[in-house]
C-alpha cells in the first residue's frame, strides 16, 4: 500500500517510525506524471532501501516565465494507480504552500555547472532544483536518493549540492530508460504531435552517430557542427545545445577525448523541447 502525505508533521512522523524499527529509506523525487522512466527509479530504490518515498512536486521555481509550469501535466489519479502497483511505500504530495511557506527567502545557486548549457538557456533552472531537492532531502532524511541519467546535468548539480553541504544522502544515477525505437521516457513527450512522436527518436540516433564519429577520433568542433545541423535537417527547430562534456566535473574536455565524456543535445520539436545524453568512451579507455 501506498501512503499519502501532505503535511510535513506526518511526514516526519512516519520516518521517525520507520527509522525506530531499523528501515533504510530511499527517495525518488519526481515532478509526476509517471512513466517508465520513473518507475525504473522506483525499482532501483526498492532494491537499496526497505522503504521508497516518492514526491510528486512540480516545483514553479525551476520554470522560466515563458515555460511549461502551466501546462505540465499533473494526472494525480493515475499516478496514484502507478505508485501503488509500483509499491512505493509512500507518495510525499507538498503543496506550494508547504514548500514555499510565506516569508520564504532562500535560495540555493550552484556556481559554474549551474550556467553551463541548460544553465544557459534556462536562467535559475537550477537554482530551483537544487532549491527544492535540498528542501525535500532535509525533509525526508534519506539514505538514499535517486536521479535519472536523463537530466544528466541536474544529476551533476545535486552531486555537487550533497557534497558542498555535507547532506548525508548517497545519490544514485539511474541509466535513461527509452522506448523501443530510442527516444528517452519524458513526461513532456505527451505534448508531441503523431507526426512529430515519429521524428523524436532521430535525436537519439543523431547522439549514437556523432558519439561514435568522435570515438573513431574525428575533429570534435567539426562533427558536433554536423550534427546540429543534421538535426536541422531532421525537422528539429532551434538546437540550444548539442556539446560535449567531462563526466564529473561537467568541463568541455581535452580533445582528442583521453576519458569517458557525455555528449548532450536540447533541441525543440515545434513547441516542445527535448534533451538527451549519452556516454562516450574514446577507444582503449576501459571503464
Ligand atoms: P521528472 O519527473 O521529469 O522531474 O523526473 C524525475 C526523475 O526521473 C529525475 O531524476 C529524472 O532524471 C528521472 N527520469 C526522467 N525520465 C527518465 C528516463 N527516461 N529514464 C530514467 N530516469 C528518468
Known amino acids: 500500500?501506498?501512503?499519502?502525505?501532505?503535511?510535513?508533521?506526518?511526514?516526519?512522523?512516519?520516518?521517525?517510525?520507520?527509522?525506530?524499527?531499523?528501515?533504510?529509506?530511499?527517495?525518488?523525487?519526481?515532478?509526476?506524471?509517471?512513466?517508465?522512466?520513473?518507475?525504473?527509479?522506483?525499482?532501483?530504490?526498492?532494491?537499496?532501501?526497505?522503504?521508497?518515498?516518492?514526491?510528486?512536486?512540480?516545483?514553479?521555481?525551476?520554470?522560466?516565465?515563458?515555460?511549461?509550469?502551466?501546462?505540465?501535466?499533473r494526472p494525480l489519479a493515475e499516478d496514484r494507480a502507478a505508485l501503488h502497483a509500483a509499491g512505493a511505500d509512500m507518495l510525499w504530495l507538498p503543496s506550494v504552500a508547504t514548500i514555499y511557506p510565506e516569508g520564504f527567502a532562500t535560495r540555493i545557486h550552484i556556481a559554474g555547472l549551474s550556467k553551463d548549457l541548460e544553465g544557459q538557456f534556462r536562467p535559475g533552472h537550477f537554482d530551483g532544483v537544487a532549491t527544492v531537492v535540498a528542501k525535500l532531502l532535509n525533509q525526508v532524511t534519506p539514505e538514499y536518493a535517486l536521479f535519472g541519467e536523463k537530466d544528466y546535468q541536474q544529476l551533476c548539480v545535486i552531486q555537487r549540492l550533497v557534497n558542498d553541504l555535507n547532506i548525508p544522502t548517497t545519490i544514485i544515477p539511474v541509466p535513461t530508460l527509452r522506448e523501443t525505437d530510442g527516444l528517452a521516457l519524458s513526461s513532456r513527450?505527451?505534448?508531441?504531435?503523431?507526426?512529430?512522436?515519429?521524428?523524436?527518436?532521430?535525436?537519439?540516433?543523431?547522439?549514437?552517430?556523432?558519439?561514435?564519429?568522435?570515438?573513431?577520433?574525428?575533429?570534435?568542433?567539426?562533427?558536433?557542427?554536423?550534427?546540429r545541423q543534421m538535426l536541422k535537417k531532421a525537422g528539429f527547430g532551434a538546437v540550444d545545445y548539442l556539446d560535449l562534456r567531462t563526466e564529473d566535473t561537467f568541463m568541455p574536455p581535452a580533445q582528442p577525448l583521453n576519458a569517458p565524456a557525455r555528449l548532450l543535445v536540447a533541441a525543440w520539436l515545434a513547441n516542445t523541447r527535448l534533451i538527451d545524453n549519452i556516454r562516450v568512451v574514446p577507444s582503449g579507455i576501459t571503464t
Open 189 to 227: 513527450n505527451q505534448y508531441l504531435s503523431a507526426e512529430q512522436r515519429l521524428l523524436a527518436p532521430r535525436l537519439y540516433q543523431i547522439l549514437l552517430e556523432t558519439g561514435n564519429k568522435i570515438v573513431r577520433g574525428g575533429v570534435a568542433p567539426d562533427i558536433l557542427h554536423e550534427a
Open 1 to 73: 500500500m501506498t501512503i499519502e502525505i501532505t503535511s510535513l508533521e506526518d511526514l516526519r512522523n512516519t520516518v521517525a517510525a520507520w527509522r525506530q524499527a531499523g528501515d533504510r529509506i530511499a527517495l525518488v523525487p519526481t515532478m509526476g506524471a509517471l512513466h517508465a522512466g520513473h518507475r525504473s527509479l522506483i525499482e532501483a530504490a526498492k532494491a537499496q532501501a526497505a522503504r521508497v518515498v516518492v514526491s510528486i512536486f512540480v516545483n514553479p521555481t525551476q520554470f522560466g516565465p515563458n515555460e511549461d509550469f502551466e501546462r505540465y501535466p
